[in-house]
């Protein structure tokens, strides 16, 4: 993983802590070394704040991969653009390719931060930053899992 730690805190800003949960998948058990990309993007898909990869999840079980990982958001909610979201890409190893695929993609937009958990709905591939072409994975249930904090001062 390349997981950044905490920014320093401001006086009046609000940073964000997202808990990647778990991601529901109908093929989970089948995923090697599964990880997720979190980037948080403009509208024009242009990148507000370094990219990070969780480590490698934790277990699958059932229709769940279960990574339990704390994402640190890299900038201040007041100062990320209007229209920013936060993406989170599901990826994991092929074999007979050789290389990582990405399977499919999430994101959370500004208006849903706010404490607490959530679940967000999963996306085809190829991941769309601008969000104008989206398809969603399938037509069941399967979501990603979080839980936001917030911090202020």
Known sequence: GTLLPRLPSEPGMTLL?????KIGLKDAGQC??????VSVKD???IDLTP??????????EDTYVHFNVD???QKHIERLTKGAAIFFEFKHYKPKKRFTSTKCFAFMEMDEIKPGAIVIELYK????FK?????LLTKKPLYLHLHQTLHKE
Do not use: F, H
């Open 17 to 21: 802590t997202i808990t990647i949960e």
């Open 32 to 37: 090697i070394d599964p990880y997720i990309t």
């Open 43 to 45: 509208l024009n898909g």
């Open 51 to 60: 990219v990070q990869d969780t480590p490698v999840a934790l277990r699958k």
């Open 71 to 73: 994402i640190e958001i």
């Open 125 to 128: 591939k190829p991941t769309d």
């Open 131 to 135: 969000r104008k072409k989206l398809q």
